[in-house]
C-alpha cells in the first residue's frame, strides 16, 4: 500500500539549513530560484540499443536506451505501434534505493516520463504499423536512474527524448505480413519533442530544478510537460504539500518559457 | 452520496458521480503492523486505490496494475496532509478506495469518497477534500468528461481542492492544453470542486442529525427510567 517513508536522520538536521537558505533567496548550491542546473546530454552511448542517451542534470545522472522489436497491437489500437516506458531506480544510485519490483516511486517516474511523450504525440506511431491488428514495432524505452542527487523526473524525461531521438532502425517493406528488412537505416519518426519542468515549492517559496536536498524538504513539486507548440501535454503534482490556483498558474508560464530554452539546447545538442 | 455505508470499517462512504459508483472505508488509527512501519511523531497515512475486474468496458485484472499504484499515491498525496496525523503517533490510518463502477474521473470521486470515509470514522481533519476533472473535447474545455468523451478527449485535467483554503492536492494533466485553456479548465474544475464539497458537508450533516436525534431520544428514555 501506498505510505511517506520518513526522512533520514541526517535529512532532518540538514532541513533548517535548506530551507533558510532558500527563504533568504539563496539555494544550497548557489543558484538563482529559476536556475536549471548545467545540463549535458550524451547521444549513442549503449551501441547495442537502438537508441541511447546519458544525461547529467547537475550530479544527477540518468540513462536511458530504445530497443525496437516487432509484436501484437493493442485491440484499440491495430493500426499503431506501441510505446511502452519503463524506469528502474539501480540500488547503486542512492543508498534508499533497492533491489526488487519497482516501487510507486519509479512507477510514478515511468509513467509522467511516457505521458509526456505519448500525449504530446512525439512518435507517430501510425509508421511503425507492419501489418493492422497483427504486427506493429513495439518501442521499449528504459530508463535507468545512476545517480540520485535530485529532479529525476526532468533527467528522465530528457535522457527518453535524447534516446528516441537518437533511435534508428532499418527501414522495412512488408511482405505477407512479415517486415523485410532493408539496407538503409532510418530515424523513428518523430513529430514532437517534449521537455519537463519540475518546480519544488520550499517554505512557500518556488525553485526551479530540485536538487536532492531540496526536494527532501519540499513541501511539495509540480512537473509541467510542454511541446513544441508551447502546449501542455503532461502535468504531475507530488508531494504531500498545497498548490494554490495562483501559484500553479504561475509555475505554468515559468515552466512554458523555461522549456522553450532547454528545448533548444537539447535539440541543437543532439543534431 | 452517503456516508457510514459498512459496518466494519471504522469510517466508510459511497458516492455515484455520474456513472461512477466508488465504495470508500478507513480503518484506524490503528496499531501499526508490521511494527517497524510506525513513526514516533505521526500516524502512517496508508491508500489502496482498487478497480473492480466488473467495473470497466473489458474486464481488468484484479491484480493492481501500475496505474492504480500511481493513483494510490497521488490520492494518499491528496489526503495525508489534510489528515491531523501528529495526533496519533505509531498507528496506521488505513485508506481503501475500491471503484466498482468506473465512468472516467474515479480518482477525483475517489478522494470525494475517501475524505467522507475520513470524516465518517471521526478522525481529526484540517478540512474535508474534494475532486473533480475539467477537460477537453472538440477544441471546448468542459466540466467532468465521461468515459466516452475521455476516451475521445483531447485532454483531462482531475484535481482535489481543500475549499476553505483554496489549495490543491491533487494535480495532474494529459492531453494537450494551451496555456489560457490551462487556466480556463483549471477554474472550472476548482469551481466544481467547492460544490461537491457543499455535497459532502450536507450528506454528513444528513447522518449526524439523525444520529444527534437518536442520542437526545436516548436519553430523555433514559432520564424517564
Known amino acids: 500500500m501506498s505510505a511517506t517513508h520518513q526522512l533520514s536522520p541526517v535529512a532532518r538536521l540538514e532541513q533548517k539549513t535548506v530551507v533558510d537558505l532558500i527563504g533568504k533567496g539563496k539555494r544550497v548550491d548557489d543558484r538563482g530560484q529559476l536556475d536549471y542546473r548545467p545540463t549535458t546530454i550524451m547521444l549513442g552511448v549503449v551501441e547495442k540499443a537502438n537508441g541511447s542517451a546519458q544525461v547529467y542534470l547537475g550530479k544527477t545522472k540518468v540513462l536511458a536506451g530504445v530497443k525496437i522489436q516487432p509484436g501484437t497491437p493493442f485491440a484499440d489500437t491495430p493500426d499503431e505501434g506501441i510505446l511502452t516506458v519503463n524506469a528502474e531506480f539501480v540500488p547503486l544510485a542512492s543508498p534508499t534505493f533497492e533491489a526488487g519490483p519497482p516501487d510507486e516511486n519509479s512507477i510514478e517516474l515511468a509513467r509522467v516520463v511516457d505521458r509526456g511523450i505519448r500525449e504530446s504525440k512525439a512518435i507517430d506511431l501510425k509508421k511503425l504499423c507492419i501489418e493492422p491488428g497483427k504486427k506493429v514495432f513495439m518501442i521499449f524505452v528504459d530508463v535507468y536512474v545512476l545517480d540520485h542527487d535530485g529532479n529525476l523526473i526532468d533527467a528522465a524525461a530528457m535522457a527518453a527524448l535524447g534516446a528516441l531521438v537518437n533511435a534508428k532502425m532499418h527501414a522495412f517493406r512488408v511482405e505477407n505480413g512479415e517486415p523485410v528488412y532493408l539496407e538503409e537505416i532510418i530515424p523513428l519518426p518523430m513529430q514532437n519533442y517534449p521537455v519537463s519542468i519540475t518546480t519544488a515549492k520550499v517554505d512557500n517559496v518556488t525553485v526551479l530544478d530540485p536538487c536532492l536536498e531540496e526536494e527532501q524538504v519540499m513541501s511539495c513539486r509540480l512537473t509541467v510537460t510542454t511541446g513544441k507548440d508551447d502546449n501542455i501535454c503532461a502535468m504531475q503534482k507530488g508531494g504531500l504539500g498545497f498548490l494554490s490556483p495562483d501559484e500553479i498558474k504561475q509555475i505554468v508560464s515559468t515552466s512554458i518559457t523555461k522549456a522553450k530554452d532547454l528545448r533548444a539546447k537539447i535539440l541543437s545538442n543532439v543534431k | ?225
Open chain 2, 1 to 225: 452520496m452517503e456516508v457510514g455505508t459498512l459496518d466494519k470499517a471504522d469510517g466508510s462512504a459511497y458516492v455515484e458521480h455520474g456513472r461512477n459508483k466508488i465504495l470508500a472505508a478507513v480503518y484506524g488509527p490503528r496499531e501499526a503492523h508490521p511494527k517497524h512501519i510506525a513513526l514516533a511523531d505521526r500516524a502512517v497515512v496508508r491508500c489502496r486505490y482498487h478497480m473492480a475486474p466488473f467495473s470497466t468496458d473489458e474486464r481488468k485484472s484484479p491484480a493492481p496494475s501500475r496505474r492504480e499504484l500511481e493513483l494510490s499515491k497521488v490520492i494518499r498525496e491528496a489526503l495525508e496532509p489534510a489528515i491531523m496525523s501528529e495526533y496519533y503517533p505509531r498507528s496506521t490510518i488505513d485508506i481503501f478506495i475500491e471503484v466498482l463502477q468506473a465512468d472516467a474521473g474515479t480518482r477525483c470521486a475517489g478522494i470525494t469518497a475517501a475524505a467522507l470515509a475520513l470524516a465518517d470514522a471521526g478522525i481529526p481533519m484540517r478540512e474535508l477534500v474534494a475532486g473533480c476533472a475539467a477537460g477537453k473535447i472538440d477544441g471546448k474545455v468542459v466540466l467532468d468528461l465521461s468515459d466516452v468523451e475521455d476516451k475521445q478527449g483531447e485532454a483531462d485535467l482531475p484535481v482535489a481542492l481543500m475549499p476553505k483554503s483554496n489549495v490543491i492536492g491533487l494535480l495532474q494533466m494529459d492531453g494537450s492544453l494551451t496555456e489560457d485553456e490551462f487556466k480556463q479548465a483549471l477554474d472550472m474544475s476548482t469551481d466544481a470542486c467547492r460544490r461537491i464539497y457543499e455535497m459532502q458537508r450536507e450528506t454528513l450533516r444528513q447522518k449526524y442529525h439523525v444520529v444527534r436525534d437518536e442520542a437526545e431520544k436516548d436519553e430523555e428514555t433514559e432520564v424517564k427510567a
